[in-house]
């Protein structure tokens, strides 16, 4: 069973209220807190366990970078700017206490840097050591981007390079928070989300929430030089890395087709950060087609990272 078919089946029938705007299902919850308000609220939550999202030798700090990092990254796919976190802590005894303080050591150092307050959280005994960071966020009223605003013609773009995260990026990311808050404010998206399991496993997850389908161009793929490293030592494409690694942390998100030549003329003159057309939007519902180096469309077999399986 996949994490999608997991999480269809639990979010099901969850209760409901009507001051929230966008329930499980993107990359944060939007909810609002007064009918006046001049800010949706955003919430999200994450967890990183060891043996999971980090090795037992990983650098403590980069962990929790790494930790708040993630949840940083889901706000920025909304186009919001983060305000507070609360991180749950769990150890395996007392030992892990100088392991706890490099943590939020490397916590407090990107939440400084984001302007996020860290305000609180429990500490719980376990088998593994995890760090769980819930975070409040917002955005001005009504225009939180979500996922189901692509339509067909629309161009698809992702920031930064992909692929290869493993070697030593998905400890060292940075959440791409001024470009999704500016992605937002200057009109130029119409579905944003942030890849964290690769754009084989993500991209449908947009395209589902947006009724459509997309044609990937091989040639068009943003790959990492870790991607191209991992690719030479086990001999699988590189591209394919790109699209199936998981946890590369960029936005993936789509601009009107009409407007997308204005629009990479003002990505360039505002940051520095690649930022690639891969692809463009289609009317075939839930068909993700890959056309490859020489020319050859069909659909895509990669997949991006699966956890249950
Ligand atoms: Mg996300």
Request: with cysteine; charged share 25%.
């Amino acid at each position: 069973m996949t994490e999608n078919t997991i999480v269809a089946r639990l979010i099901r029938n969850l209760p409901g209220r009507p001051d929230v705007v966008m329930g499980a299902g993107d990359d944060c919850a939007v909810v609002r807190t007064a009918r006046t308000a001049r800010y949706d609220t955003l919430l999200k939550s994450d967890p990183v366990i060891e043996g999971v999202h980090f090795e037992k030798a990983a650098p403590p700090r980069a962990v929790g970078h790494k930790a708040l990092g993630r949840v940083l990254s889901d706000i920025a796919a909304m186009g919001g700017e983060p305000l507070w976190v609360v991180v749950d802590l769990v150890l395996r005894d007392a030992r892990d206490a100088r392991w706890a303080t490099e943590a939020y050591a490397g916590l407090a150092r990107l939440a400084r840097r984001a302007g996020v307050a860290i305000v609180g959280g429990d500490t719980s005994r376990g088998p593994a050591r995890e760090l769980h960071v819930f975070a409040v966020g917002r955005v001005p009223r009504g225009t939180a981007v979500l996922r189901s605003g692509a339509r067909a013609g629309d161009a698809l773009y992702v920031t930064g390079r992909l692929g290869g995260s493993l070697a030593g990026r998905h400890l060292r990311f940075e959440p791409r928070l001024n470009e999704g808050t500016w992605l937002r404010k200057h009109g130029w998206v119409t579905a944003m989300m942030d890849l964290s399991d690769g754009v084989g496993t993500d991209l449908p997850r947009l395209l589902t929430a947006s009724r459509a389908g997309a044609r990937l161009e091989q040639a068009a793929l943003p790959i990492s030089a870790a991607a191209r490293g991992v690719s030479s030592r086990d001999g699988r494409p590189a591209w394919q890395h790109a699209l199936g690694d998981g946890e590369d942390f960029e936005l993936l998100f789509t601009v009107r087709g009409a407007r997308a030549a204005a629009f990479e003329r003002a990505w360039r003159r505002r940051f520095r950060l690649t930022c690639n057309r891969i692809g463009t939007v289609t009317t075939r519902r839930g068909a993700v087609e890959f056309e490859d180096q020489y020319g050859n469309v069909g659909p895509l077999a990669t997949r991006g990272y699966e956890h249950f399986v």
